[in-house]
Nanobody, 124 residues
Framework: QVQLVESGGGLVQAGESVKLSCVAS????????MGWFRQAPGKERDLVSV????????YYTDSVKGRFTTSRDNAKNTAYLQMDRLKPEDTAVYYC?????????????????WGQGTQVTVSS
């Protein structure tokens, strides 16, 4: 059974940092892109970042460019999202997801497996 488990969320103040982890189990995802999404209350789930299967390329939505960094360790079947200089508007439930392909898919329908989400709350 495939399972993704996020961790690292919590309550922080604006300007602080948080690092999220996503551990996958049940099969190897070393040849799949991994994405991070977030969903704020009353809003749709939006793409935050994507990392290619070999880490050679990444994508970030405009609002987090220069503040967030995604990485992965295929040997550990784990992806990370380092979030720096957090803002109150970054408050959301953050989800990791594994794509059905190895590139930089941006559509939510491209992602096959999802974690349960971890809450990140940024206070002003």
């Amino acid at each position: 059974q495939v399972q993704l488990v996020e961790s690292g969320g919590g309550l922080v103040q604006a300007g602080e940092s948080v690092k999220l982890s996503c551990v996958a189990s049940g099969r190897s995802f070393s040849t799949s892109a991994m994405g991070w999404f977030r969903q704020a209350p009353g809003k749709e789930r939006d793409l935050v970042s994507v990392i290619r299967w070999d880490s050679r390329s990444t994508y970030y939505t405009d609002s987090v460019k220069g503040r967030f960094t995604t990485s992965r360790d295929n040997a550990k079947n784990t992806a990370y999202l380092q979030m720096d200089r957090l803002k109150p508007e970054d408050t959301a439930v953050y989800y990791c997801a594994v794509a059905a392909d190895y590139g930089l898919p941006r559509g939510i329908s491209s992602y096959r497996y999802w974690g349960q989400g971890t809450q990140v709350t940024v206070s002003s």
